[in-house]
């Protein structure tokens, strides 16, 4: 077994690896660290997560999270769509805006009724 036809696939690996680490270790090494209180406060969920379980919360934050995974995985649809779009044809075409329009109505409907505002 000859060991020089995996040289390309190894190469490969390492110059995958050292993409994602040296980018790490550089920021790590050179960039400032200055923590506080701010910086390090809970943000993902959208309240503190080490509180009461019986409190009350904002499900607005819930809400357009949603909403945009929502349209987000509705969007993503283009993509083969648009690869395909020779081979499907105008009822393709057609079949793909009348999904956008529906897409459409429903974006309008959530905007009209105040579900993407942030107040």
């Known amino acids: 077994m000859n060991l020089d036809q995996y040289l390309p696939v190894l190469l490969f690996i390492l110059v995958g690896v050292a993409v994602g680490v040296i980018p790490q270790v550089i920021g790590y090494v050179l960039g400032p660290n200055r923590?506080?209180?701010?910086?390090?406060?809970?943000?993902?969920?959208?309240?503190?997560?080490?509180?009461?379980?019986?409190?009350?919360?904002?499900?607005?934050?819930?809400?357009?999270?949603?909403?945009?995974?929502?349209?987000?995985?509705?969007?993503?649809?283009?993509?083969?769509w648009a690869v395909a779009l020779k081979d499907i044809g105008a009822v393709g075409f057609w079949s793909m805006m009348m999904f956008l329009g529906i897409l459409v109505v429903g974006f309008v409907y959530e905007w009209k009724k105040g579900a993407l505002d942030w107040e």
């Open 35 to 80: 923590p506080d209180a701010e910086k390090n406060s809970p943000y993902e969920c959208g309240f503190e997560a080490f509180e009461d379980a019986r409190m009350k919360f904002d499900v607005r934050y819930y809400l357009v999270a949603i909403l945009f995974i929502l349209f987000d995985l509705e969007i993503a649809f283009l993509f083969p």
